[in-house]
């Protein structure tokens, strides 16, 4: 079954054959506090002379990042398998991992009359991070879409979800598109605008809005 990333009607994955390297299954539920991120001033030390853990996440800068401005989109999931996100010129989004526990908005919120569901969080060129809607509430970047085109090359591995197996970013791996950074970690993925510093993280405690 073909499935798609989509922010209202912009579906972000088309589907080709092609092989995938090594595989690993599903990680565990990760719960443990978030490393600095390099856009944010370094962490004020403690009394005990270590730094002090941020509080928030920081919109990630591109330093390290795979360029992946080349390709009109670019899809990943967490190496848990639980977040699937996308890339593009001019937008970056993550669809909610599947048993999220923070609260989302209604649908008659974010998309009244459409008859959608509220699915994920995007960023945009008009410096809103914001909840979206779309009509299929799971978003698998398959290692047979193009959108993973960016990823073939890598030699990143890849993840089984379901009967699916998915194009993995790497913990601690960044990638971007001009002004749009996302950067997979143990506590979730995290996106942004570097212009607008705007941006967001998706976890399975929730969403958190950056600027």
């Not at 970056?92 to 919120?109: D, E, Q, R, W």
């Amino acid at each position: 079954m073909a499935r798609h990333l989509v922010v209202s009607a912009i579906a972000l994955c088309v589907l080709s054959a092609c092989s995938s390297p090594a595989q690993w299954t599903p990680g565990p539920i990760v719960t443990e506090s978030a490393t600095t991120v390099a856009t944010t001033p370094s962490a004020s030390p403690t009394s005990s002379g270590t730094a002090a853990t941020p509080t928030a996440p920081a919109v990630p800068d591109a330093a390290g990042a795979t360029d992946v401005s080349g390709y009109d989109f670019s899809d990943f999931a967490s190496p848990s398998g639980r977040i699937w996100c996308g890339l593009r010129s001019d937008l970056a989004l993550c669809h909610f991992p599947y048993g999220m526990k923070g609260k989302v908005p209604s649908s008659n919120t974010v998309c009244p009359g459409e008859g959608l569901d509220v699915t994920g969080v995007s960023v945009d060129s008009q410096g809103r991070a914001a909840y979206f809607c779309s009509g299929d509430p799971e978003a698998f970047p398959q290692t047979s879409s193009e959108s993973v085109a960016w990823w073939k090359p890598t030699g990143y591995p890849s993840v089984k979800s379901d009967s699916f197996t998915l194009a993995v970013l790497p913990y601690g791996k960044k990638i971007a598109n001009g002004a749009y950074v996302c950067i997979s970690e143990k506590v979730g993925v995290t996106c942004g605008n570097t212009q607008t510093g705007k941006g967001f993280r998706v976890a399975l405690a929730g969403v958190t809005f950056i600027g």
